[in-house]
């Protein structure tokens, strides 16, 4: 079936270290989604991306959308505290998954201060 | 503005009683709902998903039901915890099937 992997698992990070984690798909995607989700909360949305190629900012992070549309990745540049927390990328089911919505395991960051 | 609601925050259930958790969406009609449950430390399960009334797709056999009796509302039944249910249980909805999903604030489950 359709699957969304992400790596790595963990990541621990000096404060003011770059982070990045890697989402592939096993289907191409009509886009691809990025969630937050602080300790103890719940997944929050940060950014969706459409285009192949597409590369999008928001203050330090960085997400990247592969040309063939299977992979992405988001980019923090010198991490700090606020930034802890677990990374999940999702793209939306298709054929037999249609209306579903499939998210990768997610990225957890620890930053040491 | 679109708001969802979950609820309880925190539940602790011995085993083998039944369950029923709801969620509902306000400020939006007709959309995708979902159940997620996330084990600690681990990612987002997808248990269930709905795209209309009555309409409910399993992505997981298990003892857990969901059902869908209102445009607005989604609830996630068991007749019987088992302790591997224990997890945080989290609901979402979305505008369609691809656009992004917004979730609840969640329900910690533990069964004893």
């Known amino acids: 079936g359709q699957q969304v992997m992400q790596i790595p698992q963990y990541q621990h990070v000096q404060e003011g270290e770059d982070f990045t984690t890697y989402c592939n798909s096993s289907t191409t995607l009509s886009n691809i989604q990025w969630y937050k989700q602080r300790p103890g909360g719940h997944p929050v949305f940060l950014i969706q991306?459409?285009?192949?190629?597409e590369v999008k900012k928001q203050k330090r992070l960085t997400f990247q959308f592969g040309e063939a549309k299977k992979n992405s990745s988001l980019h923090i540049t010198a991490t700090q505290t606020t930034d802890v927390g677990t990374y999940f990328c999702?793209?939306?089911?298709?054929?037999?998954?249609?209306?579903?919505?499939?998210f990768g395991k997610g990225t957890k960051l620890s930053v040491k201060p | 503005s679109q708001t969802i609601h979950q609820w309880p925050a925190t539940l602790v259930q011995p085993v083998g009683s039944p369950l029923s958790l709801e969620c509902t969406v306000e400020g939006t009609s007709n959309p995708n709902l979902y159940w997620y449950r996330q084990a600690a430390g681990r990612g987002l399960q997808l248990l269930f998903y709905s795209v209309g009334i009555g309409q409910i797709s399993s992505e997981v056999p298990q003892n857990l039901s969901a059902s869908r009796p209102q445009d607005r509302q989604f609830i996630l039944s068991s007749k019987k915890l088992l302790l591997s249910d224990s997890g945080f249980y989290l609901c979402a909805w979305a505008n369609d099937w691809n656009t992004e999903a917004f979730f609840g604030q969640g329900t910690r489950l533990t069964v004893v």
């Open positions: 999702a793209g939306p089911g298709y054929g037999g998954s249609q209306g579903n919505l499939i």
């Open positions: 991306l459409v285009k192949s190629g």
